[in-house]
């Protein structure tokens, strides 16, 4: 159901396509506003100041106009693909109602509409209405059968309920002309009322050529879907971007591993708001020169009352520099929009961008869908109000994700560190190829989320002599999967209390069909690989760190030159310190390997910070108390290489602010000079 813009928070917004790419390359700007755009121009936002760039942006003769937002995914059979049927007779599906107030519409084809009002089912043939007053439930399959027979319509509908048998048997006098227009499941052929939350499975048609059918696979398709059963192919378009790899009818608890039984989990999960891929026109574009530098770079649309950026990246396509940064966009893309409902979370600060994500009703991969199932996909190809280089968090009232990396950045500028830029995303798709001939990788303050793909290639960088520089927390933590446009993270139970928590039935991704929560799950990540985990989350005043004994030893005290006190990192632009919102610490029984030095701990933290649920303390709560702390470390790998874990989100936000000096930024310039005169990384350059 289209709705226009809402621009009470934000008068521009758009995303460009590509969200990042290299030098030389062109790049799009898609932009909706509800005032006079002045003018668009590009801005370097990783430099000490934003630095305009003096490139020629172009528009396309698309005008820049308010535009709509789509809500709701639904299934459709066009009518197009229907006229290829040899006479239709009937028609059946499986369906799975979940919540669904006011109207919405079950199925509606040619003279026939089977609605819903508030649960009631109502239908119409031929502009007829009928209020059944029985109500539909909800959270149990339902099959319904609609058939020609003699001049009427018959409706049938059961359910597979044992304790609470229902059926439904109609009969109407009209004859059902099916060919008049598409076949839609979940919505009005006009679109016009909010779609409906259910579940859809076993779609068919009975033709006098025999039975068409579809069958849902558990991969999520590129494209629409064939039909299986006679020699006419026809096509079922899945809009808006339902959930694929969903637990159907079949289901029976017996496997929750989609690639076992595929056909216990042939359904598809609509939403009324569900929002795919957007397919505003572009406005304006851009051919980025050929010796453009890599970096974080930004349109700045100006209107007659201000402007916005709207972000993306240009990425290094040959080595330049020995370090190389890996800018987090996984994590960027799952907090894109993040709705943080009141009723939920005391917001600390305003946020236009958040403001803007409540107003259109958009959805990040922290929230609830209005059914309350969790939403576990979306694309790059929609505004990302919250990704600005002046946001601030509402749950800390300070600067995360974006601003706190570009923080960084800025101070590798500001103390001539040079190095290269890459995006997670590049690291999924290449793999090793494009980590090799760098010393060390750098990540962003809050890495959080990672392929299997991304996290191997980490692992290999490493083993081959590679140097990490893991400068955030809660990182490596949550498994993603990409195609195309597109990003999906199925939530596990264990992340309960913390956001949504998916059924573990429905656990697994529809991209890769692989178990989607936690990496560690899957013997990956975190302790595995960094050897911390996160330990505490809390918003108010972050910690400073103190020395371990360990850090006096040759083989740490290298990183602390400069530094005079034991403890340090007690301001920040992150909760004021070096430690906080959300900390990492070691764990022995869970990965943590022997070798792995904690060279400094924060400790003191907040009773407002909790525990990670997933984290059992044998000795109770004496020792879970005991573990309140942030642990910093240093490894020193076989390979010859090392890997350093502030572990911390603050950690970077404590760096200094321009000409200023601190020891935070001591420690991260002895770390990152160490790392790039290293001679022990990978030797093959690309």
């Not at 216990?264 to 530098?293: E, F």
């Not at 916005?308 to 996984?330: D, M």
């Not at 264990?494 to 573990?504: M, Q, V, Y």
Request: with cysteine.
């Amino acid at each position: 159901m289209k709705r226009p813009v809402d621009h009470g928070a934000m008068a521009v917004s758009g995303y460009t396509v590509p969200w990042h790419t290299a030098a030389g390359t062109p790049v799009a700007l898609h932009v909706s506003a509800s005032r006079q755009v002045c003018h668009v121009h590009v801005v370097r936002l990783d430099t000490p100041a934003a630095e305009p760039m003096g490139w020629r942006v172009e528009p396309t003769g698309n005008a820049v106009s308010h535009r709509d937002f789509d809500h709701g995914s639904f299934l459709k059979i066009a009518a197009a693909e229907l006229a290829k049927a040899t006479e239709i007779e009937g028609v059946a599906f499986e369906v799975y109602l979940t919540r669904n107030d006011g109207a919405r519409v079950l199925f509606e084809s040619g003279n026939l509409r089977l609605g819903l009002q508030d649960g009631r089912l109502m239908s119409a043939a031929d502009g007829n209405s009928l209020d059944s007053g029985v109500v539909l439930p909800a959270n149990t399959w339902l099959k319904v059968e609609i058939s020609s027979n003699h001049g009427a319509t018959v409706l049938r509908i059961d359910s597979d309920d044992l304790l609470s048998p229902f059926r439904v048997d109609h009969r109407f006098d009209l004859p059902w002309r099916p060919l008049t227009g598409d076949m839609v499941f979940g919505t009005s052929t006009a679109n016009d009322v909010r779609s409906l939350n259910a579940k859809f499975s076993a779609i068919s048609l009975q033709t006098a050529a025999g039975r068409i059918a579809w069958i849902f696979p558990t991969l999520l398709p590129s494209g629409p879907l064939a039909s299986t059963g006679t020699d006419r192919v026809l096509l079922l378009e899945t809009i808006n971007q339902p959930a694929f790899c969903m637990t159907s009818r079949r289901w029976d608890g017996s496997s929750f591993d989609p690639r076992l039984v595929p056909s216990h989990y042939d359904a598809v999960h609509c939403h009324d708001d569900d929002m795919g891929a957007l397919g505003w026109p572009p406005s304006y574009h851009l051919q980025i020169p050929a010796d453009a530098s890599a970096g974080v770079y930004a349109f700045e649309v100006s209107h007659d009352g201000g402007s916005e950026r709207i972000v993306f990246f240009i990425t290094s396509t040959a080595r330049r520099a020995p370090l190389l940064f890996l800018v987090p966009t996984a994590t960027y893309l799952a907090y894109a929009d993040e709705f943080l409902p009141a009723h939920l979370y005391e917001w600390m600060c305003e946020d236009r961008g958040h403001r803007f994500a409540i107003d259109n009703n958009l959805k990040s991969l922290y929230d609830y869908h209005s059914d309350l199932s969790g939403v576990s996909i979306c694309s790059t190809r929609k505004p990302k109000a919250t990704l600005r280089d002046d946001y601030n968090y509402p749950l800390c009232g300070c600067p995360h994700n974006l601003p706190v990396d570009l923080h960084f950045l800025r101070f590798c500028h500001k103390n001539d560190i040079g190095f290269d830029l890459i995006t997670d995303r590049d690291l999924h798709e290449l793999g090793l190829a494009c980590l090799q001939g760098y010393q060390a990788v750098i990540t962003g303050s809050h890495p959080e989320y990672m392929s299997v793909e991304m996290e191997h290639a980490l692992r290999q960088f490493a083993a081959a002599g590679g140097s990490i520089a893991y400068l955030g927390g809660n990182g490596l933590a949550g498994k993603v999967a990409f195609q195309d446009d597109l990003m999906e993270l199925r939530r596990s139970p264990l992340e309960a209390g913390r956001t949504w928590d998916g059924s573990i039935a429905e656990q697994s991704l529809s991209i890769t069909n692989q178990p989607g929560g936690y990496l560690r799950a899957s013997g990956r990540g975190e302790f595995s690989l960094t050897g911390v985990a996160i330990s505490l989350m809390g918003f108010d005043g972050a910690r400073p760190f103190t020395r371990t004994p360990q850090s006096h030893e040759a083989s740490a005290a290298w990183l602390f030159d400069g530094v005079a006190n034991e403890t340090f990192g007690d301001e920040g632009i992150v909760l004021g310190g070096a430690a906080g919102y959300e900390v990492d610490a070691t764990d022995p029984h869970l990965g943590t390997s022997p070798d792995t030095m904690v060279i400094a701990r924060a400790t003191g933290f907040p009773d407002s910070f909790i525990h990670d649920a997933t984290r059992w303390y044998e000795g109770g709560d004496r020792e879970r108390d005991g573990r309140r702390c942030a642990e910093m470390t240093l490894r020193h790998l076989p390979s010859g290489g090392l890997i350093f874990c502030a572990s911390s989100v603050a950690w970077c936000g404590a760096l200094p602010v321009g000409d200023a000096v601190n020891d935070v930024g001591r420690i991260t310039r002895n770390l990152l000079t160490h790392l790039a005169l290293e001679k022990s990384g990978p030797a093959p350059d690309r």
